[in-house]
């Protein structure tokens, strides 16, 4: 009855509109009272002591710090110099502006790790480059909207850094290096569908006529956004530091980028970017020292092991019980972000992974796939709602080109189950 309620409150309170973050620990809390009536205080003490727990994690201080990259590099113009870069390499006509929106998305996802903050930097420049170019703006918001889901694949990562905290199994720079190449994957199978249906629909007839940038003017004025990823990942390959430490020093590169070497910040510009990125980074926070008390829930309350054993003794056998995971996880997607997702369902399938000995790291990397396509799935996409705002369309006319590039990343999706050398070869090769 109680582990029932758990979920009925859990959702009910989700319908009513309560934020995810509050629904996790007034539901958990609630049930952790009812299963503790005869106790002092109901055993909430539990509730502080696991609110602490779900936040005094070390790896979780790298996520304010990457929230702070991701607001930098909105603010110093790195991506518009990225785009003139890419542009002088691929150069102008039908199809190569979503093709450079995908591009810079994908680097600029390997710097900030958040994809509503990619979608907003990339759309800025690229939704109103496309519009000039003669692209419809419902066909610009689901291509940026799409690009910018890759960022959670392409290392450093939000979620990975979650996923980490929540299974011992996998370490941060494993799943760094795990998702590069289906990042990189991804990014390519959406350029794809991109090209192909801008050429067929003759989109960007006045792209041509457009001037092209000179390749070594954009190379240097483009070199420094290009060394960030080099910095932060070389860095932590090399052993100079922790994700969490090349989190702070990427913080201090992008100021001095910004401030020293483009100077588009201003001191008077810190405030904002240091309240936006707080905001942001108190709210993801929040939902996850509150899910610490949900997960408390889940596992005090008995519910694990029941639901396991229901999943392994179905009949689907280990393919089935996957492809039924993918339509949930996908499903979910559409409706909740990518952290709230895994703090939800990570305690629940841990079990699962164990019983068929799937590799976490390489579990890792098909939830956060399943993850990324729920970014820019319709009814309730943060990215693609993000790149809609910029391009002031409904989210329902992008349903007709979103599909198609929610199709290609899919079947990344499905060749990385197929063969899981594609996201464990290079964690084996690094030597993690």
């Given at each position: 009855m109680i582990p029932t309620l758990l979920?009925?409150?859990?959702?009910?309170?989700?319908?009513?509109?309560?934020?995810?973050g509050a629904a996790l620990g007034l539901a958990g809390a609630a049930c952790i009272a009812?299963?503790?009536?005869?106790?002092?205080?109901f055993g909430l003490l539990a509730v502080p002591q696991n609110f602490y727990a779900g936040l005094g994690k070390y790896p979780l201080l790298a996520i304010p710090m990457f929230v702070l990259v991701g607001s930098i590099f909105d603010r110093s113009g790195v991506a518009l110099?990225?785009?003139?870069?890419?542009?002088?390499?691929?150069?102008?006509?039908?199809?190569?502006?979503p093709l450079v929106a995908i591009?810079?998305?994908?680097?600029?996802?390997g710097i900030s790790g958040s994809g509503p903050a990619n979608a907003a930097a990339v759309g800025a420049v690229m939704i109103a480059a496309m519009s000039r170019a003669g692209y419809p703006a419902a066909f610009s918001a689901s291509v940026v909207g799409a690009a910018a889901a890759t960022d959670i694949l392409i290392p450093p990562s939000v979620a990975f850094i979650v996923y980490s905290v929540l299974v011992p199994g996998a370490s941060v720079p494993a799943l760094f290096a795990a998702g590069m190449i289906p990042g990189v994957m991804a990014g390519l199978a959406l350029m794809i569908?991109?090209?192909?249906?801008?050429?067929?629909?003759?989109?960007?007839?006045?792209?041509?006529?457009?001037?092209?940038?000179?390749?070594?003017?954009?190379?240097?004025e483009a070199i420094w956004g290009l060394a960030a990823p080099v910095l932060i990942l070389g860095g932590m390959r090399a052993g100079w530091f922790t994700p969490t430490e090349a989190a702070v020093v990427a913080v201090f590169y992008g100021l001095f980028v910004g401030m020293c070497v483009h100077r588009t910040i201003k001191v008077r510009d810190l405030f904002v970017i240091l309240r936006e990125s707080g905001e942001l980074s108190a709210v993801i926070l929040l939902v996850v020292s509150l899910a610490g008390i949900f997960a408390y829930s889940l596992s005090t309350l008995g519910i694990i092991d029941p639901v396991t054993r229901a999943i392994v003794n179905s009949g689907l056998g280990e393919y089935g019980i996957l492809a039924l995971l993918i339509l949930?996880?996908?499903?979910?997607?559409?409706?909740?972000?990518?952290?709230?997702?895994?703090?939800?369902?990570?305690?629940?399938?841990?079990?699962?992974?164990?019983?068929?000995?799937?590799?976490?790291?390489?579990?890792?990397?098909?939830?956060?796939?399943?993850?990324?396509l729920g970014q820019f799935t319709p009814p309730l996409a943060v990215n693609l709602m993000v790149s809609c705002r910029i391009a002031k369309v409904r989210m329902e006319e992008t349903v007709r080109w979103v599909g198609w590039m929610l199709f290609s990343m899919f079947v990344v999706m499905v060749l990385v189950i197929v063969f899981p050398e594609l996201a464990l070869w290079l964690p084996r090769k690094l030597g993690y």
């Open positions: 979920f009925v409150a859990f959702v009910a309170m989700m319908l009513a509109g309560v934020p995810i009812l299963a503790n009536s005869d106790a002092q205080w110099r990225l785009v003139n870069f890419a542009v002088a390499i691929v150069g102008r006509g039908p199809g190569m502006l591009a810079v998305a994908m680097f600029l996802g569908p991109a090209v192909l249906l801008a050429r067929q629909h003759k989109m960007g007839a006045l792209e041509a006529t457009l001037p092209r940038p000179p390749f070594w003017k954009s190379l240097r949930l996880l996908i499903t979910v997607g559409m409706f909740l972000d990518g952290v709230s997702i895994f703090l939800i369902f990570v305690p629940l399938l841990l079990p699962i992974v164990q019983y068929y000995k799937w590799d976490p790291v390489w579990f890792g990397v098909i939830l956060t796939l399943k993850v990324a």
